[in-house]
C-alpha cells in the first residue's frame, strides 16, 4: 500500500497532488497489476530485496509491479533526504512486520453535517425556549389609560350626528343618554340612574345659570323634540350641539353628591 507522499496520506486510488516530490498514481494495486513512481529528476530509487520490480516509464517516472504483498519504496532525491512511499500488490494491506500500522488509505473524517443541523437545532430550540419564558415571566403590561370622559362622550356624540339613518326622537334620546353618562363619568354622580330635577338640583351649586338652562334642554331633549315642529328639528339640533359643546369639557371641580 501507498500512503501520502511526505507526511501526509495520499487516499487511494488517486495519486499525490503533482506537485509532490514522489508518488504514486494508486498505492492499492489488483494482483498481477502494476503503478507508475513519479520521482524528482535525478533521484535514486531502493526497492528492498522481495522482488518488487521498477522499469523506467519516461524522465523521472518508473513502473512498479512485483508479487503480491506490501511494500516500502525509498526515494532519495539529489541533495535531499530519503522519502519513503507504500504500496500495496494484491493485498488489503500489511497485517504484521513493519508495515502492520500502515493503512492503505486514511479514514475519511466523519462528516459535519450531523453536527451542523443538531448545533442548528439546538440553537433553535434555546432562542424558542428563552422567548417562551421571556413571555411566561416578564410582567404583564400596565393597562391602557382611559379617555378622559369628555373625550368619550365628544366622540359618541360625533358618531350619533354623523348617522342620517335615525329618526328625530331616536337622535334626541341618545343625545340625553350621552350626555348623561358624562355627567355620572365627570361628576361622580349617578345620573343615568336619576330624574332630570335631582341631576339639575346636583348640578346646580357647580353650574351657572346658562350652563343650567343648556343642560336642562339636553336632559330633556326627547321632549323637546317631541313637542317642535318637524320644520323646528335642524334648529333644535343645532342648539344642542351648542348646549353639548359648552358643558362637556375637562372637569377640575367635584360634584356634590
Known sequence: MILAVLLACAPAPLPAAPDAPVYVESADIASGGSTRLHTPVGASVELGDRGLVVAPAGEAVWTVSGPDGSYIITVTPAGGA????????GVDGPKAGELQDLASVPPAPPPLWPWVVAGGLAGVL??????????????????????????????????LRARTDLPPEEVARQMS?????WVDAAWGFPATRRTTREILDNLAGSFTAIELDAARRLLGATDLVKFAERTEHADLFERLDRDFHLLVQPIGRGARV
Open 126 to 159: 434555546a432562542v424558542g425556549g428563552g422567548w417562551w419564558a421571556y413571555q411566561r415571566l416578564r410582567p404583564p403590561p400596565p393597562p391602557p389609560v382611559p379617555d378622559p370622559p369628555h373625550v368619550v362622550a365628544q366622540r359618541a356624540w360625533a358618531a
Open 177 to 181: 343618554e350621552i350626555f348623561r353618562g
Open 82 to 89: 530519503p522519502i519513503r512511499v507504500f504500496l500495496d500488490i
